[in-house]
C-alpha cells in the first residue's frame, strides 16, 4: 500500500512563503488526482489545490494566485508552494491521492483514498 508522509510545515511571519512536499512510498498507478486539503482548529477540513495527470490543477478560491501544486513523477513527490502566506492559512496541512469517477480533480474529502499524517503550518503576523 502506498504510504504518504507530507513535509516542510513550520512557522513563517504573515507574508512569508513555504514549500510543502509529499513524497509517496509509491505511486499507485490508478491514482488520477493528487491533492492537499488544511484543516484548522475548530473547522472542518477543506481542500486546497488538487493536481491530474495530465497536470491539470484546481484550487480553492482563498488561495489562488497565492499557492501552486505542483508534482514530480520521477520522484514520486506532490509539492506545494505556498506565497504570501496568511494567519488564516494557519491549519494542518494533509496531501492525498485518489481515483475520483468523471472528469478532473475536486477538492472533496471522499475521492480520495489515501492520506498522509499531516504537516503543521503556523503563520503568525
Known amino acids: 500500500q502506498a504510504q504518504l508522509q507530507e513535509s516542510g510545515g513550520g512557522l513563517v511571519r504573515a507574508g512569508g512563503s513555504l514549500k510543502l512536499a509529499c513524497p509517496a512510498s509509491?505511486?499507485?498507478?490508478?491514482?488520477?488526482?493528487m491533492a492537499w486539503f488544511r484543516q484548522a482548529p475548530g473547522k472542518e477540513r477543506e481542500g486546497v489545490a488538487a493536481i491530474d495527470n495530465d497536470a491539470k490543477t484546481t484550487y480553492v478560491d482563498s488561495v489562488k494566485g497565492r499557492f501552486t501544486i505542483s508534482k514530480d513523477n520521477s520522484k514520486n513527490t506532490v509539492y506545494l508552494d505556498m506565497y504570501s502566506l496568511k494567519p488564516e492559512d494557519t491549519a494542518l496541512y494533509y496531501c492525498a491521492g485518489g481515483t475520483p469517477a468523471g472528469l478532473g480533480c475536486r477538492l472533496r474529502e471522499f475521492d480520495y483514498d489515501d492520506w498522509g499524517p499531516g504537516t503543521q503550518v503556523t503563520v503568525f503576523s
Open positions: 509509491a505511486f499507485r498507478e490508478s491514482w488520477k488526482c
